[in-house]
C-alpha cells in the first residue's frame, strides 16, 4: 500500500513536470539548433508517456518456475485484458525507446559542439549500441508478451507467496526463453547497459574538453566552478535514467536464468522506474540554467551595488577633506 502510494504521489509530480517542460521547450527555450529542441521535445514526451503508463497500469514483473510475469495492479488496469497487454506493452516499449533516445541525444550534442572530430569506430559504436537496445526490446515483445492461460495457477502462487492482493482479472504474460537464447540475451543486455553508460561518460568528456579548447570557460574562478558543476551534474543526470532503465531487465533477466523470486524488489523496481520521469538530463539542463541566470544576475547585482557604495565614498572622502 505505501509503494503504491509513493508511486502514485511520483507519477503525478514527473505528469505535471513533463507538462510544464514541454511548454518550456518548445516556448521559452534558446537552442540554436531546431533539430536539437526535437530531440529534446521528443525525449521528454516519452518521459511524460512513462509517468502516464506507470501511472494508470502500474507494471509490475514477477517470476516464478522460471518464467517471466508481468501484471497490471494501477488505477485503470483490469478493465479488461486487452487494456492490460497495450498497457503494459506500451510501457516497456517506451522503456526501451527511451534509453535508445538517451544515446541519440547525447550522440547529437557530441556531433553538435566537436564537429572537429569524425571518428568512424566512435559512431559506430553508439550506433550499435542503440540498435541492439532496439533488439532486445524486441526479444521482450516476443518472449514476454504472450498470453497463456496455464499460467494462472503459477499467477497465484507466486501472489501468496509475496502477500499480494490477489485481482480476478488482472494479465499474465509470459514466455519461455531457451537456455541457450538466454545466455546471449542476458550478455547482449549487460554489454549495452554499461556500453551506453561509458558512452555518456565519452561524450560529455568530449564536450567538457571541447570547451575547454575554446575558450568557453571564464579565467573567474566562480564562474569556471560553475562550468565544471554544470557538467558534472549533466553527466550524472544523463547516466542515472540509463541506469534506471536497464538494471530492472537486467534483474528480470537474471531471475529468470537463476530461478530466483524477486518478492518485494519488484514494487520497488517500479518506483525506481517511476523516478526517471523526474531525474532525467532535461531537469537538470533547465535547473542549472536557471541557477546560473540567478548567480550571475546576483554577482551583478552585487558587483554594481560595491561599485556605486565605492563612489559615494569617494565623493563624500572628497567633500570631508574640501
Same mark, same amino acid.
Given at each position: ?147 497463456? !492461460?496455464?499460467?494462472?495457477? *503459477? #499467477?497465484?502462487?507466486?501472489?501468496? @507467496? &509475496? ?8 494479465? /499474465? ?74 538494471? !530492472?531487465?537486467?534483474?528480470? *533477466? #537474471?531471475?529468470?536464468?537463476?530461478? @530466483? &523470486? ?8 517500479? /518506483? ?51
Amino acid at each position: 500500500m505505501v509503494h503504491h502510494l509513493i508511486e502514485t504521489v511520483m507519477n503525478s509530480l514527473s505528469i505535471v513536470f513533463n507538462c510544464y517542460l514541454l511548454y518550456l521547450i518548445r516556448y521559452h527555450s534558446t537552442f540554436g539548433e531546431k533539430l536539437y529542441k526535437h530531440l529534446l521535445t521528443i525525449d521528454s514526451a516519452l518521459d511524460l508517456m512513462l509517468g502516464v503508463t506507470t501511472f494508470v497500469a502500474q507494471p509490475m514483473a514477477l517470476t516464478g518456475n522460471g518464467q517471466l510475469l508481468v501484471i497490471t495492479t494501477g488505477f485503470l488496469a483490469d478493465r479488461s485484458r486487452l487494456f492490460d497487454t497495450s498497457i503494459t506493452t506500451l510501457f516497456v516499449w517506451i522503456l526501451h525507446t527511451n534509453v535508445v533516445w538517451i544515446a541519440v541525444q547525447f550522440l547529437y550534442r557530441y556531433r553538435l559542439l566537436c564537429k572537429s572530430s569524425k571518428s568512424f569506430i566512435s559512431n559506430t559504436l553508439i550506433v550499435t549500441v542503440a540498435v541492439t537496445h532496439s533488439a532486445i526490446a524486441f526479444v521482450v515483445f516476443h518472449f514476454t508478451f504472450q498470453a497463456r !492461460p496455464e499460467f494462472q495457477p *503459477m #499467477f497465484h502462487a507466486v501472489l501468496d @507467496l &509475496n502477500n499480494w492482493p490477489n485481482h480476478s482479472n488482472n494479465y /499474465i504474460a509470459g514466455g519461455d526463453i531457451k537456455d541457450g537464447l538466454l545466455v546471449v540475451f542476458v550478455v547482449l543486455s549487460v554489454v549495452t547497459c554499461w556500453s551506453s553508460i561509458f558512452i555518456v561518460i565519452w561524450c560529455e568528456k568530449s564536450i567538457a574538453k571541447h570547451f575547454n579548447e575554446l575558450g568557453e570557460y571564464s579565467t573567474q574562478s566562480s564562474t569556471q566552478k560553475m562550468h565544471k558543476e554544470f557538467q558534472r551534474a549533466l553527466l550524472a543526470m544523463a547516466i542515472c535514467p540509463l541506469v534506471t532503465t536497464t538494471l !530492472p531487465v537486467l534483474y528480470f *533477466m #537474471f531471475t529468470i536464468a537463476f530461478r @530466483l &523470486n524477486p518478492g518485494i524488489i519488484s514494487a520497488l523496481m517500479t /518506483i525506481c522506474l517511476s523516478s526517471i520521469t523526474i531525474f532525467n538530463p532535461l531537469t537538470i539542463i533547465i535547473c542549472f540554467r536557471c541557477y546560473r541566470h540567478a548567480t550571475l544576475r546576483l554577482f551583478t547585482f552585487w558587483s554594481h551595488k560595491n561599485s556605486v557604495g565605492q563612489t559615494r565614498n569617494a565623493v563624500s572622502a572628497t567633500r570631508s577633506s574640501n
